[in-house]
């Protein structure tokens, strides 16, 4: 099935670099992503199926900051976590 899907840009860019860096394709990773989203919202999808598919939906409390966070924000923290988890695995976290 062909759709298309209007990305935020800083995702997007986010979705090829990490095509590039697995000398994968866009589609490959995208499918990838989109299987691993469904699994963790408790709905795994058979890897072919017909008729429509819903996005994962992601139920939070009303006053979570996620709520109030850009996309670009969301990425920043995001990365700054994964950051931490390098500095205390190659043991140079304060």
């Keep these: 099935m062909k759709a298309t899907i209007d990305l935020p840009r800083e995702l997007a860019l986010r979705l090829k670099i990490t095509a590039a860096s697995r000398g994968g394709r866009v589609k490959a990773v995208a499918t990838e ?3 691993n989203a ?3 919202a ?3 999808i058979p890897k072919t199926r017909r008729g429509t598919m819903t ?3 992601f139920p939070c409390a009303p006053d979570a900051p996620a709520r ?3 996309t670009a924000q969301l990425l920043a923290l995001e990365q700054e976590s994964q950051n931490q988890e390098d500095r205390a695995r190659l043991g140079l976290s304060h």
């Design 33 to 35: 992503t989109f299987r």
């Design 38 to 40: 469904m699994k963790t």
């Design 42 to 44: 408790g709905k795994p």
């Design 55 to 57: 996005l994962p939906f």
């Design 68 to 70: 109030h966070m850009s």
